[in-house]
């Protein structure tokens, strides 16, 4: 048999009776739909966690005080040594080292008149704006300690402005911090949320004020921005030496941002992996009822079977023609599914753009490819149910 009287034969048998097929493919076509709507919020939801993090830049290493193997408060309690102000000035002038950024957080009432919000007050250094690319809308940011000791400056995050300011100019005024008195420099730019994290709502103070205000005597965290000129792996090699040699130990963590990064692609793609796994098992409902129509075929076309049969047609002729019903149906299924959820994604992301959605190539491929085998499985057994009729039997039940 031709390639196109085979052709001819498959696609006519799935035209014969079009609302039979329609609904056969139906199942697989709801199975591909909830496939693409799922693994895109996934791939949507990975994207933007990681173009959140990676606002901040890619060439950053970040050292947190204490020797852990994972990350938190114990770090900090079970440190032999705090990281100190001293440890950050002795790493600015590191070979490669663009901006080194030290870092100490925490909450507290911020006052201005009878206005009072309440909201988190980060302690930071003079590169902070231009190692993390957080524009000013007005003002400056904060600038180098004069004499070892920072002025009490402040800088609003562009919420935190709007709130004790109501969009009036807040330059050179007066504000307490935790209960201590500020002068105003400053007002950010928006900039957003990270997973959650609101960059808007803060102020900003001096590292060593920060330290005094939160009564601590180690920082939080010390970033490092490192040109392009060298790797992540000899940055970090460069920043343990210099730590090693003051602290005579390495009681310290060092992380880059390749390796967070990585992490966290890792976590997130095993995460829409899980999605698209579960959304596929309303594709084996859809391959049941393939299995169930094409049984019921199998019965309806005894008579053509033997009538194929006795003009010549093999059994292995006749096993490709029912194999390659099923899987037409679950392509035009999987077909009409993926153009379905493309279009309710389309129309959601004009509806929502900030919605993370993101349609991904591979998994489109994959669940098509997917349904396809789906169809030649369910299909296998009623095909070779009609491979194994004699020709002599099935012409009787014409």
């Known amino acids: 048999m031709h390639s196109t009287d085979w052709l001819h034969l498959v696609f006519s048998s799935v035209r014969y009776n079009p609302l039979k097929s329609l609904l056969t493919a139906l199942g697989i076509a709801i199975g591909i739909a909830a496939v693409t709507l799922l693994t895109s919020l996934g791939e949507g939801v990975r994207m933007y966690v990681m173009d959140n993090f990676s606002q901040f830049g890619t060439r950053i290493i970040a050292v947190s005080p204490g020797k852990n193997d994972t990350a938190g408060m114990g770090g900090v309690l079970n440190s032999v040594r705090l990281l100190t102000m001293e440890d950050y000035r002795s790493l600015i002038n590191l070979p490669y080292a663009e901006h080194v950024v030290a870092s100490v957080q925490g909450t507290g009432p911020i006052e201005f008149g009878e206005r009072v919000r309440n909201t988190d007050i980060y302690g930071t250094t003079p590169s902070m704006v231009q190692a993390w690319d957080f524009p000013l809308a007005s003002g400056r940011f904060l600038p180098e300690a004069q004499g070892g000791n ?19 100019n807040a330059l050179g005024q007066f504000i307490r911090v935790g209960g201590q008195r500020f002068r105003v420099i400053g007002v950010m730019k928006p900039k957003g949320s990270m997973l959650g994290f609101d960059l808007d709502d803060m102020v900003y103070i001096p590292a060593d004020r920060a330290l005094t205000l939160f009564n601590r005597e180690g920082l939080m965290e010390v970033d490092v921005v490192f040109s392009a000129a060298t790797t992540s792996e000899n940055m970090r090699d ?38 698209a ?10 391959g ?111």
């Not at 003051?246 to 692609?265: A, P, W, Y």
Request: without cysteine; proline residues 4%; aromatic residues 6%.
């Open 238 to 275: 460069i920043v343990r030496k210099r730590l090693i040699e003051r602290h005579g130990q390495e009681d310290f963590t060092i992380v880059t941002q390749d390796e967070m990064l990585e992490s966290l692609n890792s976590i997130l793609s095993v995460l829409t992996m899980g999605v």
């Open 150 to 168: 920072s002025r009490a400056f402040v800088v609003l995050g562009h919420k935190v402005w709007q709130e004790l300011f109501k969009g009036s």
């Open 288 to 398: 049941v009822g393939i299995f169930t129509i094409m049984t019921t075929n199998v019965r309806e076309r005894t008579p053509e079977i033997g009538l194929l049969r006795a003009i010549g047609i093999s059994r292995r002729q006749l096993l490709s023609l029912f194999l390659g019903e099923a899987v037409l149906l679950s392509v035009i299924g999987a077909l009409a599914g993926m153009f379905g959820a493309l279009a309710l994604l389309a129309i959601t992301g004009l509806i929502m753009p900030d919605f993370p959605i993101q349609p991904s190539p591979l998994y489109l491929m994959i669940s098509l490819i997917f349904s396809a085998l789906i169809g030649l499985m369910a299909g296998m057994g009623p095909a070779w149910q009609a491979a194994k009729l004699s020709p002599i039997e099935a012409l009787r039940d014409e």
């Open 277 to 286: 796994a579960l959304g596929s098992i309303s594709l084996l409902v859809g």
